[in-house]
């Protein structure tokens, strides 16, 4: 037999003599866990104590694989599972069923008697929770000299940690290796690391003590999955999550503790750091951010596990009478019996009892040991939700008193209604954290059989709940926190040559089945969302098959009917490669070139599109755009190309250079000079001899004003052009720039701007009133050009006629002084500067880059 105290460092093989107490103790990643739950089994029966629900359930999940669901219970103060004939119970330290004799009893995470909010729950399972034959405490090697102490029968096993730790220094978060874990301690600096996580490395799993279980587990399983390989946490990680970590970095070295900031101790950094490193796999720690590197004295204490004992522990009283409302409190608050012994200071329970002892109505009903008994059983509801002191006493109190009423439980319609608030899954990240942390408040209360009539109901409605908010908050934390394009390739891009690419839909360039870019037309424009490393890699994996895909294009191109090509107003030429797959894109621009009515083409910019296969585009372009030119401007290319001679041969060159309008007076000598036989072919071929222009009427359609605009564009380099509405013959000038309404077969007068043919039927009509002497404006006239009939006065001065008394009336006359004086002023107007603040000066947003 092994003497009391004495250090073992056996592997606990072989069999044990009866009500044996053992201390397992060491670093983690020792196994001791494994170790109890193998020792628990090896019994007809057992109960194990754990810190955390999450790990319960994880302790629970692995039994149930081994021994069957009818053999095992699980209890917290959450989810009670409990099988008629369950011979092992799984269960949270603070669940534990102490009134139940079992043949084995484990505690783990021993060290936390020393924790000033839990501590003296665990206190007193070391000193009061046994097995009949075997008890075993598991937990840090710092808790050996106080265990001696306390309970002098029991002996010592030390376990080795599997994997060695060293430390890596100070890593930049975008310089972390994978399988790390950044350890930070608020719920805002995990949220923003793990944004920037997100950006430089794809995504990142988060885990905070205020998720649920449920939601921790999902992270959790995003993180072991591989889908990332960056985790950020509290120091929640820093007992009963077992992962796959490799490297922990701390982004922080103090804590808020509940009461204060404090600096984290020397055996809380080696906890939490000795979650790096699985079983034989070797683990690191360092530091990140704006962290600065540890000391080495406290880097030699973390690598090699030595820390300062525990001299003292937590204890609160748990022998309570019941006898009266005062009795219990000094009962809660008797001074501790032992040196190594510290009274805990009042937890939540024993502030919220003291509050309720207050209110005069509470105290009169809790007056038997029943009453007093059911007040502190309300008084141990918990506040997952950490409200406001004064909040959680009030839901405390109208707990007791349903529960003290004639009905002896909670209104159905009551409970519901609270369950009903919470029952919504809208909401951000930390509207959904807080609901979820309210609705296990709720659990708990349904977990309470006698204060329901239908328990079960309330257990599966508020379970229901806490799912559904946290398969919500996981969504949302995933949405938030993890790339999942980024999480993938990141992890290939040292190789891209292993990166799968593939051309789909709509010309979707995709890698490893995530998009990355998009070919359009014939250039390939990759996803704006990709940059750096990652942007280089995803185009190196993408070009395998660009190059052919591309060419592919070009050939299918250049064989392309005209339908398939449309021309932009911003003078781009779209290509659509397939309709029905809404593929395509630009692949040309217009650029000027000899003539107006020939502009240049430039193929748009493409990596792969070089040599024979540019030009064969670049002819195809020009044939369409000829083709187009030809079919919308007929009249003009029929008259630039017609066998004239003369005087109407230059004329019509003039007006092919001029898209179809020139104003007379400019052509006043050439057309002076017209012999009549010449202006015959030239009315033959649609030129119209207006009193104020020569234009082409075809050319005053909408699509040919269209076409017009964007040729003239191309000619002089201007901005790109929005044509007048179809159908409007008078429109506000505005500050157009110059040239724009003649382009668009328009003329400015005064603040106007007159389509061409209705000034032309304007002028003509006025001139003929005007032959028989002076004349007075009639509404007739004004209908002309959509003005009204007082507008028409200024309209008639720009075009040389004069203020003339008719009468009583105001009249005109024409006078060819005047006229040619207007002339004038409207090509100096013309060639104006254009305001840049007009609405015009919007068009040049639209000004052809380097298609």
């Not at 955390?52 to 959450?78: F, N, P």
């Not at 990332?228 to 490799?246: K, S």
């Not at 502190?376 to 950490?386: G, N, R, S, T, Y």
């Not at 002076?672 to 234009?695: H, Q, S, T």
């Amino acid at each position: 037999m092994v003497r009391s105290g004495m250090v073992v460092t056996s592997s606990l093989s072989g069999s044990l003599p009866a009500d044996r107490v053992l201390a397992v103790l060491g670093p983690t990643n020792t196994g001791k866990t494994h170790l109890a739950v193998e020792r628990m089994l090896g019994h007809a029966g057992g109960i194990i104590g754990l810190p955390l629900r999450l790990l319960a359930r994880e302790i629970y999940d692995r039994v149930v694989r081994l021994k069957g669901e009818r053999e095992v219970a699980l209890i917290t103060g959450e989810e009670k599972l409990l099988p008629k004939h369950a011979r092992w119970f799984v269960c949270t330290v603070e669940s534990m069923p102490l009134d139940r004799p079992v043949p084995f009893l484990a505690v783990d995470e021993i060290q936390l008697c020393a924790d000033g909010e839990r501590g003296h729950v665990f206190t007193d399972r070391l000193l009061k929770a046994r097995g009949l034959r075997e008890t075993m405490f598991l937990g840090a090697e710092t808790m050996r000299p106080i265990i001696r102490r306390l309970v002098p029968e029991a002996e010592h096993v030390a376990r080795p940690r599997f994997s060695t730790l060293t430390y890596a220094g100070h890593k930049k978060l975008s310089r972390l290796p994978r399988r790390s874990a950044v350890v930070a301690f608020s719920a805002s600096e995990v949220y923003a690391i793990a944004e920037q996580v997100r950006r430089q490395r794809g995504g990142a799993a988060v885990v905070l003590g205020a998720l649920s279980p449920r939601t921790r587990n999902a992270q959790v399983a995003l993180y072991q999955a591989g889908e990332v390989d960056y985790l950020v946490a509290t120091d929640a990680i820093g007992m009963g999550l077992n992962m796959d970590v490799d490297h922990v970095a701390f982004a922080g070295l103090r804590k808020f503790d509940g009461y204060a900031p404090r600096d984290l101790t020397p055996a809380e950094l080696g906890q939490i750091a000795g979650r790096a490193g699985r079983h034989m796999r070797q683990g690191s720690f360092g530091v990140t951010g704006e962290v600065e590197p540890l000391a080495a004295d406290l880097i030699e204490r973390i690598e090699n596990h030595r820390f300062d004992t525990v001299k003292a522990v937590q204890w609160r009283n748990s022998d309570l009478e019941f006898r009266s409302l005062d009795g219990l409190i000094r009962d809660l608050e008797r001074p501790s019996p032992h040196p190594a012994l510290l009274r805990a200071r009042d937890a939540d329970d024993c502030l919220a009892l003291k509050a309720l002892a207050r209110d005069a109505a509470i105290a009169a009903r809790a007056v038997s040991p029943a009453a007093i008994r059911l007040l502190w059983e309300v008084c141990q509801i918990p506040d997952f939700a950490k409200t406001m002191h004064e909040a959680h006493v009030r839901l405390l109190r109208r707990v007791y008193d349903h529960l003290m009423g004639p009905q002896g439980v909670l209104p159905p319609d009551w409970v519901g209604r609270h369950l009903q608030r919470l029952d919504r899954t809208d909401g951000d990240i930390d509207t959904l954290s807080g609901r979820i942390a309210h609705v296990r408040t709720w659990t708990y209360i349904a977990h309470r059989d006698a204060w329901h009539r239908d328990a079960t109901h309330w257990q599966e409605r508020a379970r229901a709940i806490e799912d559904r908010l946290s398969d919500a908050l996981h969504e949302r934390l995933t949405q938030r926190f993890v790339d999942r394009r980024n999480a993938v390739l990141l992890r290939r891009l040292g190789d891209p040559t292993e990166l799968l690419p593939a051309i789909a839909e709509g010309g979707a360039v995709l890698v490893e089945g995530h998009f990355v870019g998009r070919i359009e037309g014939l250039s390939f424009a990759p996803d704006a969302a990709a940059s750096g490393n990652e942007g280089r890699a995803l185009r190196t994996a993408a070009n395998r098959v660009l190059a052919a895909e591309i060419a592919a294009r070009a050939a299918r191109l250049a064989e392309a009917p005209d339908q398939d090509f449309a021309l932009g107003p911003d003078g781009r030429i779209a290509w659509i490669a397939d309709r029905a797959r809404q593929d395509g894109g630009p692949v040309g621009r217009l650029a000027a070139g000899a003539t107006a009515l020939a502009p240049r083409i430039e193929v748009a910019a493409a990596d792969f599109l070089e040599g024979p296969m540019r030009e064969a585009v670049r002819r195809r372009l020009a044939d369409w755009l000829a083709a187009h030119v030809a079919r919308v401007l007929g009249p003009l290319v029929r008259l630039q190309q017609a066998p004239l001679d003369g005087g109407a041969r230059g004329i019509a060159f003039r007006l092919a250079e001029a898209l179809g309008v020139l104003s007379r007076r400019e052509l006043a000598e050439a057309v002076a000079a017209l012999a009549l036989p010449e202006r015959a072919a030239l009315k033959r071929l649609g030129v119209r001899f207006g009193p104020e222009d020569i234009y082409l009427p075809a050319m005053l359609k909408p699509a040919a004003v269209a076409l017009r605009l964007q040729l003239w564009a191309a000619a002089t380099g201007s901005a790109a052009t929005v044509p007048p509405q179809p159908g409007a013959v008078s429109l506000p000038r505005g500050e157009a720039p110059a040239g724009y309404w003649v382009a668009a077969g328009f003329r400015e007068l005064g603040e106007r701007a007159i389509r061409i043919d209705m000034l032309d039927r304007l002028a003509t009509a006025a001139r003929r009133l005007a032959a028989n002497g002076a004349f007075v404006p009639d509404a007739q006239l004004s209908s002309l050009v959509g003005l009204r009939r007082q507008e028409l006065p200024e309209l008639l001065r720009a075009l040389g006629f004069r203020d003339h008394q008719v009468g009583e009336a105001a009249g005109f006359r024409f006078d060819d002084e005047a006229a040619r004086r207007a002339a004038r002023a409207r090509r100096r107007a013309s060639r104006r500067p254009h305001d840049p603040h007009s609405p015009f000066a919007g068009l040049a947003g639209l000004r052809l880059g380097g298609a």
